[in-house]
């Protein structure tokens, strides 16, 4: 299977801040990586698909960029309501695999 | 309104068996691929199985190959999860989630609908 890592693992940050959240895959997957953001007893919701493309409803200050084995997800002005953890997704393979997650917490 | 609703988590002994349903809203099953997600507490979100759109090809994560069984009814508009000997590991919320095809072409799937979870304890 398709190995995803995440860095850093948790991060502080203040309302206001740029924050960067790097997934890197164990091989290739060309753009094929999605980002998720979980808040705490909720089910996960898509923001970025296939690397770069923001899903519908996504508010502009989320982007993501990267090809073949490193990516990022970008959040242009933390905003409070953007504290939560952020999972990437490989959709390489239909045996689909997550990293570990990234949490971001207020500073 | 297009939804995903499971049910038929609960505290279940080591050993025992469940039957997790997930059923849909909003939308028509039969043209989806689906999946099974587990988080266990305090933890990352990952795979547990996947069916295709017509159920005739699955997959599953190394771990519960042989105990689960990843299941749909089009007609019921329902996706099933069967757990056979349930492990202390099992345990967590099992969310359904609905893959979609993305992009202009559709080249890209990304999970868009995922349901609420259900919780699975396992505890003797």
């Known amino acids: 299977d398709i190995q995803m890592t995440q860095s850093p693992s948790s991060l502080s940050a203040s309302v206001g801040d740029r924050v960067t959240i790097t997934c890197r895959a164990s091989?290739?997957?060309?753009?094929?990586i999605n980002w998720y953001q979980q808040k705490l007893g909720k089910a996960p919701k898509v923001l970025i698909y296939a690397a770069s493309s923001l899903q519908s409803g996504v508010p502009s200050r989320f982007s993501g960029s990267g090809s073949g084995t490193d990516f990022t997800l970008t959040i242009s002005s933390l905003q409070p309501e953007d504290f939560a953890t952020y999972y990437c997704?490989?959709?390489?393979?239909?045996?689909?695999?997550f990293g570990p997650g990234t949490k971001v917490d207020i500073k | 309104q297009v939804q995903l609703a499971e049910s038929g988590g609960g505290v279940v002994q080591p050993g025992r068996s469940l039957r997790l349903s997930c059923e849909v809203s909003g939308f028509t099953l039969n043209s989806y691929t689906m999946y099974w997600v587990r988080q266990a507490p305090g933890k990352g979100l990952d795979w547990v199985a996947v069916?295709?759109?017509?159920?005739?090809?699955?997959y599953y994560t190394d771990s519960v190959k042989g105990r689960f069984t990843i299941s749909r009814d089009n007609s019921k508009n329902t996706l099933y999860l069967r757990i056979n000997s349930l492990r202390t590991e099992d345990a967590g919320v099992y969310y359904c989630?609905?893959?979609?095809?993305?992009?202009?072409?559709?080249?890209?799937?990304?999970?868009?609908?995922w349901g609420q979870g259900t919780l699975v304890a396992v505890s003797s």
């Open positions: 091989q290739n997957i060309s753009t094929y």
């Open positions: 069916i295709s759109s017509d159920g005739s090809n699955t």
């Open positions: 997704q490989q959709s390489y393979s239909i045996v689909c695999t």
């Open positions: 989630a609905r893959e979609r095809r993305m992009g202009s072409f559709g080249d890209f799937e990304a999970f868009d609908i």
